[in-house]
């Protein structure tokens, strides 16, 4: 009678809505980054001006709304780890597994959304800045977006996303272990870079110094499952606190 | 059918050395449907047990089994499992209706009609959000959920902490009378055992980790008696026998409480020569039985 085995995927398809729902916020909190990464203007430039001349140049970057959805997807990656909800995650029905699987469902979705609306911003932003600023002034390579460069800057900055994305939750797993870790992890990146500077260009170059999308995008979801894995190999033994 | 069994359980929190023994050597058999009270004080490894057996920690040594399998993050005894306690969380953006909408969603066996009817009685707001609650409130709701979601294994852990009286005899028949339509197992922890006696089966009484008793709540109330009267008498009759708790009065009188096994005609003839037998409230009893044995007079007897 009481042998009967639940469900994993069940329980953690239920937790995944539960999740989903509860940090809904998030959503919106993306909208709100982005407008700030949209308006946010250049990242720099130059001024100079001659007797009759003055010349003002200001440089753009997708890297900008890039950088902020990367922000908000790793503070997502520490909610979802973090003591607080733990607590709730557990009032229901849960185990370390399905938990992770449901937060993993989550990041996803959030890694999704995020990727798109990124990729669909920097198109936002090239409306804006054209129709911003008088026809002519906007001086740059690529400018106008054919399909299939969209198409390509998607696959590249999802790829860089779910990257990130999976370091995020290895971090947040590493700090709800042990508090340690928040000094420990910078710590160990600054000794490891100071030490051994080379090792470390040598993982950025292996990534993003990669000209096949094919082989990147290879690369990148071995990495994530890596991550991934080992977040809930570490954590498999972890007592429910709260 | 067994549901809980527990054989030399023990439980430290942090290093062995300095470490906290919480649970020490502790062993027991929970049957199927049966309302279960979990006495002990303040620190006597309640919450400990309870939330080993809902499989929120690990126990570090000896064996537990709940519904044959070990406990701790288990999936499938998560599903049977609902531990209720005052830190019962949940998110905020959920209003109460939201919560129980997720209650009923994660237990198959949720009675929504009833969660609502209960809701509506307590004059709860469910458009109200979980954390915006007072603590007694919040005990009440997470009571609902406690009654409300079926669970074949219900874990109270002092659930009515913040309750003001009425709600909290309210709580008790509520429980109860779900309980008579919906037999299940229920461990509810107090430390106030004359509060939940009524509705209890059986008890297990721990103290400092250990197991103290567990015996039929019937059985508790026949354990012991108090014997007073001359210190000579009493002393006499209670001779040999383990004394649970002391009292001196002026003029060589004593109050001694001890174990029930006298033959009538011996209590007979003891009254005879003035001692005097009183029952003993099963509330006393426990806190006899987990006290120092001079109780709090020892403390003023030594200064």
């Known amino acids: 009678m009481f042998s009967a085995e639940t469900d994993l995927w069940a329980v953690a398809a239920k ?17 709100a980054t982005q407008i700030i990464a949209l308006f946010s203007g250049g990242i720099g430039g130059f001024s100079s001006s001659g007797s009759n001349v003055m010349v003002t140049v200001t440089r753009y970057t997708s890297a900008v709304p890039f950088i902020y959805t990367s922000i908000w997807i790793f503070v997502l990656a520490l909610t979802l ?13 849960a185990n370390r597994t399905s938990n992770h ?13 995020g990727g798109v609306g990124t990729t669909l911003l920097m198109g936002l932003q090239r409306w804006y800045l054209y129709f911003s600023s008088e026809q002519g002034e906007v001086i740059a390579n690529g400018f106008y977006l054919t399909g299939r460069s969209l198409a390509l800057a998607l696959a590249a900055i999802l790829l860089y996303l ?81 | 059918m067994i549901v809980v069994e527990a054989k030399k359980l023990g439980k430290n929190y942090g290093r062995v050395k300095g470490g906290v023994q919480a649970i020490r050597g502790l062993s027991f058999i929970m049957e ?61 953006s959920f209003t109460l209706a939201d919560i129980l909408r997720e209650a009923a969603r994660f237990f198959p066996g949720f009675d929504a009609k009833l969660a609502e ?46 309750m003001d009286s009425s709600v909290r005899k309210d709580f008790y028949r509520a429980l109860l009378k779900d309980y008579i339509q919906h037999p299940r197992t229920i461990i509810l922890s107090s430390h106030l055992l004359s509060e939940v006696e009524e509705l209890l089966e059986d008890i297990l009484l721990i103290h400092a980790g250990a197991e103290c008793l567990h015996l039929p709540v019937a059985d508790l109330k026949e354990y012991a008696i108090g014997l007073r009267g001359p210190a000579r008498n009493v002393g006499e009759l209670a001779q040999g026998r383990e004394i649970l708790h002391r009292e001196e009065f002026g003029q060589g009188n004593i109050y001694l409480v001890v174990k029930k096994n006298f033959s009538p005609e011996r209590l007979e003839e003891a009254r005879t020569r003035g001692v005097e037998t009183v029952p003993i409230a099963t509330d006393d009893l426990c806190n006899y039985l ?14």
């Not at chain 2, 449907?33 to 006597?44: F, H, M, Q, S, W």
């Not at chain 2, 064996?63 to 905020?92: C, H």
């Open chain 1, 162 to 242: 779910l990257l990130l994305t999976a370091a995020s939750y290895l971090i947040g797993v590493l700090i709800r272990i042990s508090y340690l870790f928040t000094v420990l992890l910078p710590a160990v990146l600054f000794a490891w870079a100071r030490l051994n500077g080379n090792a470390l260009q040598r993982i950025g170059t292996f990534f993003l110094r990669e000209p096949s999308l094919s082989l990147f995008a290879l690369k990148v979801l071995t990495a994530a499952l890596v991550l991934f894995g080992f977040s809930v190999l570490i954590s498999s033994r972890l007592e429910v606190n709260g």
């Open chain 2, 117 to 162: 009817a209960l809701a509506e009685y307590f004059s709860l707001n469910l458009k109200k959000s979980h954390h915006h609650l007072s603590k007694g409130t919040k005990s009440t709701f997470n009571a609902i959920i406690g009654i409300a979601s079926h669970c074949p294994l219900t874990l109270f852990d002092e659930p009515t902490s913040g």
């Open chain 1, 101 to 113: 699987l449901a937060n993993i469902g989550v990041l996803l979705s959030a890694w999704l959304y």
């Open chain 2, 32 to 92: 199927e449907n049966k309302i279960i009270g979990l006495i002990g004080r303040n620190g006597a490894g309640k919450t400990t047990l309870l939330k080993m057996i809902a499989g929120y920690l690990r126990p570090t040594g000896g064996m537990l089994r709940v519904f044959e399998r070990e406990p701790f993050n288990d999936l499938t005894v998560s599903a049977k499992t609902l531990f209720v306690d005052d830190s019962m969380t949940f998110p905020l």
């Open chain 1, 81 to 93: 780890t973090g003591r607080s909800d733990e607590k709730k995650d557990f009032s229901l029905v």
């Open chain 1, 15 to 31: 937790q995944y809505l539960y999740k989903l729902k509860s940090h809904s916020g998030f959503a919106l909190g993306f909208v």
């Open chain 2, 290 to 303: 987990t006290g120092s044995k001079g109780g709090i007079d020892d403390v003023f007897r030594r200064n």
